[in-house]
C-alpha cells in the first residue's frame, strides 16, 4: 500500500529486528535494523514492510545479504534515497556494523533530497 506524502515528509527513520542463520557461522543471529528513508510522492507503508521483514526470519543469510534484500523492499516506495544499516552483536564474530545506500540520482544526493520551494 501507498500513502501519498502529502505533509512532505523528508525523512523517515524505522528500526526492526530480524533474526537469520549464519551458513558461514554455523548459529542463529540478530539484526538490529535501522532504515533511513529519504520519501519522494509516497510514504512506507510501516506494517507492510515489518511483514516482507518477517518473511526473512530465519533464513540462511549472511548479514551483507539481510541489507541488500530490505533495501530491495525500501526501493518498492520509490524513495529519493534510503539507507538500510544493520548492526550485529550476537554472532560468533565481534560486533559488525554494515550499511548499503540508495540514491535515485546524483542531484537529487546533492541538494539534500528536500522538496522544492
Same mark, same amino acid.
Given at each position: 500500500m501507498y500513502i501519498e506524502n502529502a505533509p512532505k515528509v523528508e525523512?523517515?527513520?524505522y528500526e526492526?529486528?530480524?533474526i537469520n542463520f549464519?551458513?558461514?557461522? !554455523?548459529s542463529l543471529y540478530r539484526n538490529n535494523l535501522t532504515i533511513t528513508i529519504h520519501?519522494?510522492?509516497v510514504l512506507p507503508d510501516?506494517?507492510?514492510m515489518h511483514k516482507e521483514?518477517?518473511?526473512l526470519e530465519g533464513k540462511s543469510l549472511i548479514i551483507e545479504e539481510v541489507v541488500d534484500l530490505v533495501l530491495d523492499i525500501v526501493k !518498492?516506495?520509490?524513495p529519493h534515497g534510503a539507507i538500510v544499516t544493520t548492526v550485529v552483536d550476537d554472532a560468533n564474530h565481534p560486533k559488525v556494523t554494515i550499511s548499503k545506500s540508495y540514491v535515485r540520482n546524483v542531484e537529487e544526493l546533492l541538494r539534500g533530497c528536500n522538496y522544492e520551494k
Open positions: 525523512e523517515v527513520i526492526d529486528t530480524v549464519c551458513p558461514i557461522g !554455523k520519501p519522494d510522492k510501516y506494517i507492510e521483514i518477517r518473511e !518498492k516506495y520509490h
